[in-house]
């Protein structure tokens, strides 16, 4: 499954069509980085870059220019090398670039600082990144000095540089049917890793063991990376919010909090799910697990266009802590312990972000001051959780260590919203019965 090229072209129209007349977005691909030695890291593109492109390899540059009569867009990238390609792996080159990724005018990637200062001379705006990597800046500042040293020949530098995000990240946060249909897939292909682990789930397996089911069932459906770092956190270990080491054995009568999600040709899925390592909820498991699941839908039913962003977590932040002062993990009323932010000890995080291209994806949470209104297109998580320290010794013992969180994908519809991640189990009976079953 792909995104076709016209919806990069028609992409870098409509980004083109945001930017005034004299102005010029550069947009640069991600770098290999290494790993050690001769290894390096699985190459992963740069988000904006692919959105705009589809194109996959490292070590180019793209521009949008409105208006520029030769071609609106040029992109420089690694020539073709035979030798290279030999021991890396093809490159489309200049040429391929053109011919199969519809960009303008394109050339090699050396040749960027002997052609870009000529590129932007009387430009009066660049649109870039400003600040996401130190090396860009740099090399902008570069440029920018190339044209300054020819002003008595008559060049001017552009006088603006302006942060690319304002437009694209708007563009990338509302998403076309295509990219619906990407994060469908990819929501499915997750919660599908998901009930395999439930399934073959044991005491005194490794949490790495849970993750290798997990990510073979990515792996075998077209995902070689995940989104983000599996987390498997079996007993406390899932009130560490980011734990990763996974290198610990899963107890009878534990929890085991497992939060995964792959990516599909750069869109992410990011589910959690907790469950039982043997197969059933012990009475606290259940009551806080029951609470959790509450509130998580609570929020779902309340995820509509109009409905601003933050209301959603305050709803979260209503039913945690009705329901923790219901079970005596918080004494007084309501309003006292949201006035106080007692949940706080049980619920620290938020209810959830924008999902996209990147987990955490772009998009401002607010729009002049203000939280913003869920509109149709966007897909966020919501994902509610508490989790009781170990050493918490204002609960009793038996709470103690137990760490849920419920996390599904959720897209804002005209009137409501479609959970893209429904097909892994949430219910207690549910889960319950899909771990007898094997
Ligand atoms: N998996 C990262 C998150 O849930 O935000
Ligand atoms: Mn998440
Ligand atoms: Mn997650």
């Not at 090229?5 to 007349?21: H, I, N, V």
């Not at 959105?51 to 070590?59: A, C, I, S, V, W």
């Not at 979260?316 to 309501?334: A, C, N, P, R």
């Amino acid at each position: 499954m792909k995104i076709s090229l016209d919806q990069f072209t028609a992409r870098r129209a409509q980004l083109l069509e945001k930017m005034p007349s004299g102005s010029i977005a550069i947009i640069p691909a991600a770098t290999m980085k290494q790993r050690n030695s001769d290894v390096e890291y699985a190459f992963r593109q740069d988000s904006s870059f692919y959105y705009l492109t589809g194109f996959n390899e490292p070590d180019a540059v793209l521009l949008l220019m409105p208006g520029r009569l030769a071609g609106e867009s040029v992109m420089f990238c690694r020539n073709r090398d035979k030798l290279m390609e030999i021991w890396n792996g093809y490159r489309a080159g200049p040429e391929g670039v053109v011919d199969r990724y519809g960009i303008d005018e394109a050339h090699p990637i050396e040749e960027i600082d002997d052609l870009l200062p000529a590129l932007l001379n009387g430009m009066s705006r660049i649109y870039y990144a400003i600040g996401k990597n130190d090396e860009f800046d740099r090399q902008i500042q570069h440029w920018l000095g190339a044209i300054r040293a020819q002003a008595r020949q008559g060049a001017v530098a552009p006088s603006e540089l302006v942060v690319l995000d304002q437009l694209l990240n708007e563009m990338r946060l509302i998403k076309s049917d295509a990219e619906q249909d990407m994060m469908r897939a990819a929501g499915d292909i997750s919660a599908q890793g998901h009930v395999k682990a439930m399934q073959c789930c044991k005491p005194g397996m490794m949490e790495y063991q849970l993750e290798a089911e997990i990510l073979h069932h990515f792996a075998m459906n077209g995902c070689r990376q995940p989104a983000y770092s599996t987390i498997v956190g079996g007993g406390a270990n899932a009130c560490v919010l980011h734990y990763i080491e996974n290198d610990q054995a899963l107890q009878d009568g534990d929890l085991v909090l497992i939060d995964a999600g792959c990516e599909l040709d750069h869109y992410a899925g990011d589910i959690t799910r907790t469950f039982p390592v043997n197969g059933c909820f012990n009475p606290e498991q259940k009551a806080i697990y029951q609470l959790v699941l509450k509130a998580q839908k609570a929020c779902i039913a309340l995820a509509k266009p109009g409905v601003l962003w933050d209301d959603v977590h305050q709803e979260s932040i209503k039913v945690l802590t009705q329901g923790l002062i219901d079970l005596g993990l918080l004494k007084g009323s309501l309003d006292e312990q949201i006035d106080a932010g007692g949940y706080r000890d049980f619920y620290m995080h938020r209810i959830g972000h924008w999902l996209g291209m990147d987990v955490h994806d772009v998009g401002d949470y607010k729009v002049d001051g203000e939280w913003r209104p869920l509109q149709p297109g966007m897909v966020m998580t919501v994902e509610p959780g508490i989790y009781i320290a170990i050493d918490n010794h204002s609960v009793d013992e038996c709470w103690r260590g137990i760490g849920v969180r419920i996390e599904d994908d959720v897209l804002i519809t005209d009137d409501g919203c479609e959970i893209l991640t429904a097909s892994v189990p949430k219910e207690v009976d549910e889960i319950e019965a899909l771990m007898a079953a094997v």
